[in-house]
């Protein structure tokens, strides 16, 4: 792994963090963000936060290219899967008959 694969791997959880960001924002402009929601979102974050961490420390200790690759980028995956997962749930509690609902 490069420092460009790091630089990639950077880019897409810095993506994925401003995806969130506009996500909450949105949500507080229609008056969404719910309990439940904020938790979520706050959980996200803290992943997020612990991932750029966690190749920050890789790079700093030398740890092997691949294997810290292998490890972020499963990590980022498992992160980007569960950031979906909360915008479904968010549209499906939008458009239930009852609308948002807290939790």
């Known amino acids: 792994m490069s420092s460009n694969d790091d630089e990639k ?5 810095d993506a994925l963090s401003h995806s969130l960001g506009a996500a ?5 402009r229609r008056g ?4 439940r929601h904020q938790a979520a ?5 803290k992943r997020a936060d612990s991932i750029r961490e966690k190749l920050q420390s890789a790079i700093a200790r030398g740890a092997e290219r691949e294997v810290r ?3 972020v980028e499963r990590d980022l995956a498992d992160l980007a899967a569960d950031f979906d997962r909360f915008i479904r749930e968010i549209d499906v509690a939008a ?4 609308g948002p609902k807290s939790i």
Request: proline share 4%; hydrophobic share 25%.
């Open 9 to 13: 791997l950077r880019r897409r959880l």
């Open 24 to 28: 909450e924002e949105q949500l507080k």
């Open 32 to 35: 969404e963000l719910l309990g």
């Open 41 to 45: 979102s706050d959980g996200l974050r």
């Open 69 to 71: 690759k292998y490890e």
């Open 95 to 98: 458009t239930s008959p009852r």
